[in-house]
């Protein structure tokens, strides 16, 4: 098991335990998806996996139907994805993204935050370079009919970088560009997906103090207090 396991496993412990923040994701995430492709999932493929992960993270199928219902209103704005890009304390890189309807009020926010938690943001590139950006895949291990070694050598025309198992069922990782491939992949083999999303893993990472880790923890629970904020993604070593 290598970095994206470790990166997973990190996570985990972490965040997004509060419900009410991760339905409010996926209703943002919802929302996009019907405005690029309509409300049929069935021909969408994109809000297919969205309501995979809903069903995974146990939003209630009303809170899905009424998100979808509602997107589909021509007169509900749509959402704008932005990344922010920066510096916590102790030079940890910071990748923040954001889904909005109001660009102006999710710069400021944002930037707030890093003021006032002794962090810098940056430009527009200064330290995306410094994750990959991978899609990632959970599949319900009952529905493969090959043992995982086999699994792992269909998924290389794929550029599948991880295969694993873990108490959830097996991880697939592969690069972003990858996602809709290997979507179309499982879904033709029927083999069941529980979720699927994106994650930003850092190449390198920064060790800290038990003393820095709190400063820089700071900075990060601010952020995702944020109404607009998604996800972050940090270098720091847990």
């Not at 749509?78 to 710069?107: I, M, W």
């Not at 009952?142 to 050598?153: G, K, N, T």
């Not at 069941?192 to 038990?210: C, D, N, Q, V």
Request: aromatic share 8%; net charge negative; with cysteine.
């Amino acid at each position: 098991m290598g970095r994206a396991f470790e990166f997973r496993k990190a996570r985990k412990m972490k965040r997004w335990s509060a419900m009410a923040k991760t339905f409010t994701r996926i209703g943002k995430d919802i929302v996009m998806a019907v405005k690029e492709g309509g409300p049929n999932p069935e021909t969408n493929s994109r809000l297919r996996a969205v309501i995979q992960n809903a069903k995974a993270a146990n939003m209630p199928k009303d809170n899905v139907e009424r998100a979808i219902k509602k997107a589909s209103d021509k007169d509900t704005a749509n959402y704008k994805e932005t990344l922010f890009e920066g510096y916590a304390p102790h030079g940890v890189a910071v990748v923040v993204e954001t889904a909005t309807d109001n660009n102006n009020r999710t710069v400021a926010n944002v930037r707030a935050a890093f003021n006032k938690c002794n962090g810098n943001m940056g430009t527009s590139g200064s330290v995306i370079f410094m994750f990959d950006h991978t899609c990632n895949f959970r599949i319900n291990e009952e529905s493969l009919q090959m043992d995982l070694e086999e699994f792992e050598l269909e998924m290389i025309e794929f550029e599948v970088e991880e295969v694993f198992k873990d108490e959830d069922g097996i991880m697939i990782y592969a690069p972003f560009e990858q996602f809709g491939g290997i979507q179309k992949y499982l879904e033709e083999n029927n083999l069941e997906i529980l979720s699927s999303g994106f994650e930003r893993i850092p190449t390198t990472t920064t060790k800290l103090t038990t003393e820095q880790q709190e400063e820089v923890e700071k900075l990060l629970e601010r952020l995702e207090e944020e109404d607009d904020v998604q996800n972050v993604y940090h270098s720091m070593e847990m």
